[in-house]
């Protein structure tokens, strides 16, 4: 049958996952896959602070460059992740004062996101990501401790002036279903494109457990948002589990990421998926959380799993 990307692009979305460099280097079948299945890639962790900008203006491009030119041979869209984040931002940036470390922040956007301007693969960022608590309170980052919320808007001028034609996207996790958080960001939003802040698009990360339940509203919550006139889109799926498999637990997870699928289908505004990863061989969540795993759609041998079949039954109309 048709890989997933042809079922999606039939669709008008993007279906597309995050890669790591090191198996993108070294491994034929996670190149193969990646390549086949996917119209659309996040680097996981090639374009944070850490590995772009170690040390100041000392800019480091070989992960970026080496995602973005496969993705440029196999026909896909690169979205940038990610500007400003509390996470992986080098020790140097954390220990700036207000005043530098606005400056340093505006000269990392103006660098990273300039570097790749020109380029038709690098179509969107997420220029702040993670910015409220589990709350949905405004995060206590040393961003917000130095320069409190304005370098969220700060963020989003320098995305627009070093890229104005990139869709610029702010992602946050917990919120996919109706919830204070989620209700924080929509303020946020509103708020901020009534400033006229260039922020045209909202990310809704969806790192799902199968033990906590499906988000109440998913389809309703991402439809408000559309309602706010910026596109929307799912930028990491995974489902998590208690580990081992059962054939019970791919089933629900299976369920899971087909009802992600037939939310973005159901709303105009959203572009598309983007799934944590593809092969449970690499992901973050069992280092995170120790007992869990098997969150993804390709077992550990590149196996599809029940969820490889339903995202594609999914896209598919089927
Ligand atoms: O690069 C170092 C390497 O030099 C060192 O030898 C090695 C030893 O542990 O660590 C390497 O860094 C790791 C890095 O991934 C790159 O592989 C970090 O320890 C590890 O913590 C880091 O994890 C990433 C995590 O973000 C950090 O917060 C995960 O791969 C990545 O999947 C995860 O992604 C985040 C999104 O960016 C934002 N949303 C949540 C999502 C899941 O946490």
């Excluded at 480091?60 to 196999?74: C, H, L, M, P, R």
């Excluded at 040393?142 to 869709?167: E, H, N, S, V």
């Excluded at 033990?211 to 948002?225: D, E, I, L």
């Amino acid at each position: 049958d048709q890989p997933l990307r042809a079922h999606a692009e039939a669709r008008g979305k993007f279906i597309g996952t995050a890669l790591s460099t090191s198996p993108l280097a070294n491994e034929t079948a996670y190149r193969n896959i990646a390549a086949t299945e996917f119209n659309q890639i996040t680097p996981e962790n090639a374009m944070k602070w850490d590995a772009t900008e170690p040390n100041q203006n000392q800019f480091n491009w070989s992960g970026a460059d080496a995602i973005v030119n496969f993705a440029t041979q196999n026909n896909q869209q690169i979205h940038g992740h990610t500007l400003v984040w509390h996470s992986q931002t080098p020790a140097w940036v954390q220990n700036l004062g207000a005043d530098a470390m606005r400056t340093a922040m505006r000269n990392h956007i103006a660098q990273v996101a300039g570097r790749y301007a020109s380029n038709p693969t690098l179509v969107s960022w997420d220029v702040v990501n993670e910015v409220f608590d589990d709350n949905g309170n405004m995060r206590n980052s040393f961003w917000y401790q130095r320069l409190g919320d304005t370098y969220i808007a700060d963020a989003f001028r320098a995305a627009k002036a070093a890229d104005p034609d990139a869709r610029l996207c702010i992602n946050d996790y917990n919120v996919e279903g109706i919830n204070a958080k989620s209700t924080a960001m929509y303020n946020l939003v509103r708020s901020l494109r009534a400033q006229n802040v260039p922020v045209d698009c909202v990310g809704f990360q969806g790192h799902l457990s199968t033990q906590y339940g499906f988000p109440s509203q998913v389809q309703q919550n991402v439809q408000r948002f559309a309602d706010l006139g910026v596109q929307v889109r799912f930028t990491e799926i995974d489902i998590r589990m208690l580990t081992p498999r059962t054939a019970a637990k791919d089933t629900q997870q299976a369920t899971y990421y087909r009802d992600i699928v037939n939310a973005c289908l159901a709303v105009t505004q959203c572009a598309g998926i983007t799934i944590w990863g593809f092969t449970d061989k690499y992901s973050w969540v069992p280092e995170t959380f120790p007992s869990e795993g098997a969150a993804l759609i390709y077992d550990e041998n590149y196996a599809q799993k029940p969820s490889y079949t339903a995202v594609h039954n999914a896209l598919a109309g089927g």
